[in-house]
């Protein structure tokens, strides 16, 4: 059967609306603490209300689509060497028949992580954009809370099993750098002693560059060495939270 006789009982009236968009968590830290970018809504539905970055996909890819919203909100363009270091990961895909007033819309979640994110600007169908701390990113447009909050558990849980803390710092980094990571990406504070031998004790989580920092710490101490993420893909034995720590001793 010919491609013109298949399609010709085929009236697409006949069919429900049905569209497919991308939703991008995008974090960073931005003066210690972990960031989500968020965008003001310039249209309806929800003009005027904070969502997550995203939109509808076009002639492309699902990837494609989330990288192309998130360079839209974020300035950045696929030429520029910082869009190069951004870790994108497919979350979630999300469904639910009433999440969006305009047709049924499924969205593909995105999470993407890269360190010292520029000012965003906001793109196509946003009043404006901003970096805001994930603790104060709340009632959001959609079920965007739902999809944050994944997004989250995601970036948490990663961090405990796979080198992905490294997608937040510079290539070349201190172990003290590296636990302030963990520290606001968990939310919890560490022991810096603790936290130090546990990084050393997993193979191929960091390597030495035989560098140190240009100068001593905030308290004039020795100069601090610096690392280089290994070749590790999971980290064994994993960098439990301490919270997740106490459960399983």
């Known amino acids: 059967m010919d491609e013109v006789s298949y399609l010709a009982g085929y009236d697409p009236r006949r069919y429900p609306a049905v569209a497919v968009t991308v939703d991008v968590v995008a974090l960073t830290i931005r003066d210690g603490k972990l960031c989500v970018l968020l965008v003001e809504r310039g249209t309806q539905p929800y003009a005027g209300q904070r969502a997550l970055p995203g939109g509808f996909v076009k002639n492309e890819t699902l990837d494609e689509a989330a990288l ?8 950045l363009t696929p030429g520029q060497g910082e869009l ?4 994108l990961e497919q979350l979630k895909t999300y469904g639910d028949p009433d999440r969006d007033p ?3 819309v499924i969205s593909v979640a995105y999470l993407a992580f890269a360190p ?11 009043a404006r954009a901003y970096w805001v701390p994930v603790d104060e990113a709340k009632d959001l447009a959609f079920d965007h809370d739902d999809v944050l909050a994944d997004g989250l558990e995601r970036a948490r849980d ?24 963990y520290a606001a990406v968990w939310g919890e504070e560490l022991h810096a002693g603790n936290f130090h031998r546990k990084v ?40 439990l939270r301490p ?7």
């Open 200 to 239: 050393l004790s997993v193979p191929g989580f960091v390597e030495g560059t035989g560098r140190t920092t240009a100068r001593g710490g905030d308290r004039g101490g020795p100069r601090a060495k610096l690392y280089q993420a290994g070749d590790a893909r999971l980290l064994h034995p994993a960098l």
């Open 68 to 75: 192309r919203e998130f360079a839209e909100e974020t300035g």
């Open 158 to 181: 990663k961090l405990e099993y796979t080198p992905l803390a490294t997608a937040f710092t510079d290539p070349e980094f201190t172990i003290s750098e590296l636990r302030h990571v």
């Open 102 to 104: 305009r047709m049924r």
């Open 84 to 87: 190069g270091r951004v870790h």
């Open 243 to 249: 919270t997740r720590e106490d459960r399983v001793r």
């Open 116 to 126: 010292r994110l520029p000012e965003p600007t906001a793109g196509t169908d946003a």
